[in-house]
């Protein structure tokens, strides 16, 4: 397991940019997929962005691609997501999720596979 803690939310006018970082404890960061979800009032937690082990494949939801970036420094056990052209349809509570694979190249896209979360931190875009 790993222990995961999420900074860099907050307030900001459409069209601005934000990245998100997540610390995980542990020496074994890199046998996790990372991914990004959220969760918006009223709506179910949606998968956002998710990268695989080595950082050598990411995938994304429709609605944040070409915008948002995944990325993840292994030495450092931190995992980002950078957020730019946000939206106010961008507004939610950001969730970082770890599961463990075996496989390099494997991603997740649901939240029932990812075993370990964060705490959420709060992304709020106002027009």
């Known amino acids: 397991q790993v222990r995961l803690v999420e900074s860099g939310g907050g307030l900001v006018q459409a069209g601005a940019s934000l990245r998100l970082s997540c610390s995980a404890s542990g020496r074994t960061f890199s046998s996790y997929v990372m991914g990004w979800f959220r969760q918006a009032p009223g709506k179910e937690r949606e998968f956002v962005a998710a990268?695989?082990?080595?950082?050598?494949?990411?995938y994304y939801s429709n609605s944040v691609k070409d915008r948002f970036t995944t990325s993840r420094d292994n030495a450092k056990g931190t995992h980002y997501l950078q957020m730019n052209s946000l939206k106010p349809e961008d507004t939610a509570v950001y969730y970082c999720a770890a599961a463990r694979t075996l496989y390099e190249d494997t991603i997740y896209w649901s939240p029932r596979d990812y075993a370990d979360w964060g705490q959420g931190t709060q992304v709020t875009v106002s027009s």
């Open positions: 990268i695989s082990r080595s950082g050598s494949s990411t």
